[in-house]
């Protein structure tokens, strides 16, 4: 009996709801969501070593979904994981992938905060010490970049971009608009106040409950960093928005 196997990616990018639509997707009887943490098989050297049949063994608890995904935020890091779209269309060349974008400052305010909180030491002091020591931070902001890396393997109308202010806003609709795409019943209601998200404490509680309250987290951006920023992802972004027909202030005054 041929393995399971996965037919559709929720590529990135980091910050930008990816586990909360991953716990909506898991909850649909048509579809089913790898369990656990991210996978990051087809980015990851050491994980990709070990080899396909091993990652199909991830599978092994689906049954007759439609949908079968695997949700990797590391998969939209093409800068840091060079080989991540050759190797996934290589695999399933005829995947379907989600990519949730949002404002670029914001997910990068939230990406420093996330660091923070989850390492557990003050490596950065502010979001702009992070976003010049930590280039990722910033590069995981580099929508169009991303999004061309995959349309050169996959078809565009297998690409779906999901736009975090919009899913936001009103969750259902736009979960039903992804249930279309992967051809699963858009029909079915997402049952929002089970959803497993990451935590919505703010930063200063999710430290303290670590007892690492004395941490300080500062997300004010200096201005003369803000437009070093802006400046770095301008280009990229706008032809980002352009591409989908979204005005250069969709994410207000950046560009």
């Known amino acids: 009996m041929a393995?399971?196997?996965?037919?559709?990616?929720?590529?990135?990018a980091a910050k930008a709801a990816t586990t909360s639509l991953s716990s909506l997707l898991s909850a649909h009887p048509q579809a089913a969501i790898v369990p656990g943490k991210e996978v990051h098989f087809f980015s990851y050297d050491h994980v990709y070593r070990l080899g396909w049949t091993n990652y199909l063994e991830l599978f092994s608890h689906c049954r007759d979904q439609k949908a079968i995904g695997d949700a990797s935020t590391s998969y939209s890091r093409i800068r840091y994981h060079h080989a991540v779209v050759a190797r996934m269309h290589q695999h399933v060349p005829e995947a379907r992938i989600i990519y949730m974008v949002r404002h670029p400052l914001e997910r990068m305010e939230?990406?420093?905060?996330?660091?923070?909180?989850?390492?557990?030491?003050?490596?950065?002091?502010?979001?702009?010490?992070?976003?010049?020591?930590?280039p990722m931070i910033l590069n995981?902001?580099?929508?169009?970049?991303?999004?061309?890396?995959?349309?050169?393997?996959?078809?565009?109308?297998?690409i779906k971009i999901v736009w975090f202010e919009e899913y936001t806003t009103n969750q259902t609709a736009v979960f039903q608009d992804v249930c279309r795409f992967l051809d699963i019943d858009d029909s079915v209601v997402p049952v929002l106040d089970q959803e497993n998200t990451n935590s919505r404490e703010n930063a200063s509680m999710r430290l303290a409950r670590r007892g690492l309250g004395h941490l300080q987290v500062n997300t004010t951006w200096e201005e003369k960093t803000r437009q070093w920023v802006i400046h770095k992802i301008c280009d990229d972004n706008c032809r980002f928005l352009a591409h989908f027909g979204r005005p250069k202030n969709f994410w207000g005054d950046l560009f």
């Not at 990406?111 to 930590?134: K, M, P, Q």
């Not at 169009?144 to 995959?150: H, L, M, R, S």
């Open 3 to 12: 393995k399971i196997k996965p037919n559709f990616f929720i590529i990135g």
């Open 110 to 134: 939230s990406a420093y905060v996330e660091h923070i909180c989850t390492t557990g030491r003050l490596v950065f002091t502010s979001i702009n010490d992070a976003v010049r020591r930590e």
């Open 140 to 158: 995981s902001s580099r929508y169009w970049e991303v999004f061309d890396a995959y349309r050169q393997k996959f078809d565009q109308s297998r």
